[in-house]
């Protein structure tokens, strides 16, 4: 059965860092993996993607230079440093294992307010 788990998110205040997490078991973590978010209201958003052994990133321009996707693959998780948040940075985030976002996990809060 393909999991996969969020943690690590939280509230927090402009400016701040936050590591979410994702664990995922089920299926071989050898392939790109994706971070989604989803604002109040919003569609679901990409916001990064990271090869198998994690040496090609990509992200959304809103948050280059200030979030950064990596792995582990001897503990299938996947991570999202986050830093410099800002309020437009609320969401629920999710990771995937899938281009779209349609396998993807339950989530984390992430929520940036002072």
């Known amino acids: 059965q393909v999991q996969l788990v969020e943690s690590g998110g939280g509230l927090v205040q402009p400016g701040d860092s936050l590591r979410p997490a994702c664990t995922v078991s089920?299926?071989?973590?050898?392939?790109?993996m994706y971070w989604f978010r989803q604002a109040p209201g919003k569609g679901l958003e990409w916001v990064s993607t990271?090869?198998?052994?994690?040496?090609?990133?990509r992200y959304v321009d809103s948050v280059k230079g200030r979030f950064t996707i990596s792995r582990d693959n001897a503990k299938n998780t996947l991570y999202l440093q986050m830093s410099g948040l800002k309020s437009e940075d609320t969401a629920m985030y999710y990771c995937?294992?899938?281009?779209?976002?349609?396998?993807r996990g339950q989530g984390t809060q992430v929520t940036v307010s002072s």
């Open positions: 089920g299926f071989t973590f050898s392939n790109w």
């Open positions: 995937a294992k899938d281009k779209d976002g349609s396998e």
């Open positions: 990271i090869s198998p052994r994690g040496t090609i990133t």
